[in-house]
Structure formats: C-alpha cells, structure tokens
Nanobody, 121 residues
Framework: QVQLVESGGGLVQAGGSLRLSCAAS????????MGWYRQAPGKQRELVAA???????NYADSVKGRFTISRDNAKNTVYLQMNSLKPEDTAVYYC???????????????WGQGTQVTVSS
C-alpha cells in the first residue's frame, strides 16, 4: 500500500503565497515522476506542475514564473511553492506519484486526498 498525504492548503489573499507538501509512504521501491494537479468547481482536473526523478520540471503555462515544484527524493516528498497567487488559482490541489513497487517492480499511479487552495480578491 502506498499513501500520499498532502498539506499546506488554505485561504490567502491575491498576491500571497502558499507552499504545498506531499509525502509518499508505504511499500515503495522508487518513485518516478511526481506532480501536482488541480480541479476547480465545474472544471476538469488539470496538470499544474510535474518533476521527474532527475529534477526535470514541467509547468502549465498559467503558472509559469509563479509556481515552483521541487522534491526531496530521500523523503519521498514533493513541494509546490505558489507565489503571486490569483483568484483563478482557487481549486482543490492533488498530488500524484508514479511509484515502482518492490519485488514485482510494477509502476503504479497514486493520488493524494486533495487540499483546498482558496485565493480571495
């Protein structure tokens, strides 16, 4: 079993900052890509940012220059630093990890429970 636990969401005024964290635990051999997605009411879930095990990053155009994704491989943790937040960033943010399980070495995707980010104008 693999669990992803997110933290760091909350309410912030426009222009403010928040830092999200997501820690993976359980039966983990290794983790390939980790990423953050978000889903606003009435909209589809979308990729915000992703990072692979080598540190290569990818961002949605809407957050480039404002958000920074990073990871601590020793702690199986991924972070999302969000600066210059806008009301349109309001959504539930979900962590995702591509985990290689031990023994069978199969690759599986896991999701966190989500954390609410609300940006007031």
């Amino acid at each position: 079993q693999v669990q992803l636990v997110e933290s760091g969401g909350g309410l912030v005024q426009a222009g403010g900052s928040l830092r999200l964290s997501c820690a993976a635990s359980g039966s983990i051999f290794s983790i390939n890509a980790m990423g953050w997605y978000r889903q606003a009411p009435g909209k589809q879930r979308e990729l915000v940012a992703a990072i692979n095990s080598d540190g290569y990053t990818n961002y949605a155009d809407s957050v480039k220059g404002r958000f920074t994704i990073s990871r601590d491989n020793a702690k199986n943790t991924v972070y999302l630093q969000m600066n210059s937040l806008k009301p349109e960033d309001t959504a539930v943010y979900y962590c995702n990890a591509e985990v290689v399980l031990p023994i069978v070495l199969s690759l599986n995707g896991y999701w966190g429970q989500g954390t609410q980010v609300t940006v007031s104008s």
